[in-house]
T-cell receptor, first 116, second 112 residues
Framework: DAGITQSPRHKVTETGTPVTLRCHQT?????MYWYRQDPGHGLRLIHY???????DKGEVSDGYSVSRSKTEDFLLTLESATSSQTSVYFC???????????????FGDGTRLSIL | KQEVTQIPAALSVPEGENLVLNCSFT??????LQWFRQDPGKGLTSLLL?????REQTSGRLNASLDKSSGRSTLYIAASQPGDSATYLC???????????FGKGTRLHILP
């Protein structure tokens, strides 16, 4: 299995509080992603990173920010959590384009976040 | 805008049967397509990745095909087993900046 660790695995917090989720990889992959998964919506991309300090928005980026100061860590921050951000959050990594073409994504086990 | 659709949303079949899961996408200009498996409460496990220049990929009892011109991919599972019960998702890589769009998945239940 790809070396991806998400922390925390579970979190319950109140509306209006800041929340930071961490994704740590040991594969030295260039690309890292944050997704949220919700019933009826499937997996939706929040933000992604294509290198240290290089990030871009996904389709549901409002209310979220990210940072990547090191290759191995990608942080997702909810500045002021809302109940609509209750979800399961997945981190994924990818080596990007290799000799044989684009490489697959590998996923972490997810963080279950509840905003009360 | 690329959209990925998986039909049916759920499927139940008796153990031992061969089955096909379907994935369709609206824009044929893709870089690759990937099939994943997700068990309840778990993350996604990559099963097969098909490059845009390829027509199919095989791994054990799994075979995935790709027809870009028609915007379709299928995942064939031979001799299904109860352990194959899971949600199967397909995802297309849209362009070189590595965005990936997911379908909502097919929830598969293999009846013992």
């Amino acid at each position: 299995d790809a070396g991806i660790t998400q922390s925390p695995r579970h979190k319950v917090t109140e509306t209006g509080t800041p929340v930071t989720l961490r994704c740590h990889q040991t594969e030295n992959h260039r690309y890292m992603y944050w997704y949220r998964q919700d019933p009826g919506h499937g997996l939706r991309l929040i933000h992604y990173s294509y290198g240290v300090k290089d990030t871009d928005k996904g389709e549901v980026s409002d209310g979220y920010s990210v940072s990547r100061s090191k290759t191995e860590d990608f942080l997702l921050t909810l500045e002021s959590a809302t109940s609509s951000q209750t979800s399961v959050y997945f981190c994924a990594i990818s080596a990007g384009t290799g000799v044989t073409g684009n490489q697959p994504q590998h996923f972490g086990d997810g963080t279950r976040l509840s905003i009360l | 805008k690329q959209e990925v659709t998986q039909i049916p949303a759920a499927l139940s079949v008796p153990e031992g049967e061969n089955l096909v899961l379907n994935c369709s996408f609206t824009d044929s200009a893709i870089y690759n397509l990937q099939w994943f498996r997700q068990d309840p409460g778990k993350g996604l496990t990559s099963l097969l990745l098909i490059q845009s220049s390829q027509r199919e990929q095989t791994s054990g009892r799994l075979n995935a095909s790709l027809d870009k011109s028609s915007g379709r991919s299928t995942l064939y599972i031979a001799a299904s087993q109860p352990g194959d019960s899971a949600t199967y998702l397909c995802a297309v890589r849209v362009n070189r900046d590595d965005k990936i769009i997911f379908g909502k998945g097919t929830r598969l239940h293999i009846l013992p």
